[in-house]
């Protein structure tokens, strides 16, 4: 090796299969196994090993995981409400302002593909449902 290379520190670790791996190259690969493992929490795709069966917290039952998502919804609910008062504002005060129109429009539009979903229902009859009340 020249003077003018000089050699990168190395790492000597037998785990990861190579005796003589520059620090450089060894920190890349942490880099990468946290965050394949960050991913994998992240996405419940752990490989099963007796290390995490013995370390890991149990995953969440369908209830659990249901009742946090209705919070959730809940919660979103609640901001909707709160952004939907502060829109009435500003419409009152720009009567004129087609922006707040479509706004609000698009919206109405996602509620009603969303009731749609839930419901098990074609939009056309949410439609109909909205229709039917004015």
């Known amino acids: 090796m020249s003077a003018l290379s000089p050699q990168l520190p190395t790492n000597h670790s037998e785990s990861a299969g190579n005796e003589h791996i520059p620090a450089a ?77 479509g706004n609000i429009s698009q919206v109405r539009s996602d509620l009603t593909n969303m009731v749609a979903f839930i419901s098990n229902m074609d939009r056309a009859e949410v439609e109909r449902f909205l229709s039917d009340a004015t």
Do not use: F, G
């Open 25 to 101: 190259v060894a920190l890349h690969v942490d880099a990468i196994d946290a965050l394949m493992c960050s991913t994998r929490a992240a996405t419940n795709h752990r490989p099963a090993t007796e290390t995490n069966a013995m370390t890991s917290a149990p995953e969440p039952t369908a209830a659990e995981t249901y009742a946090a998502r209705r919070n959730d919804i809940a919660r979103l609910l609640d901001v909707l409400d709160m952004e939907l008062e502060r829109n009435d504002r500003r419409a009152k005060d720009q009567p004129d302002n087609w922006a707040l129109v």
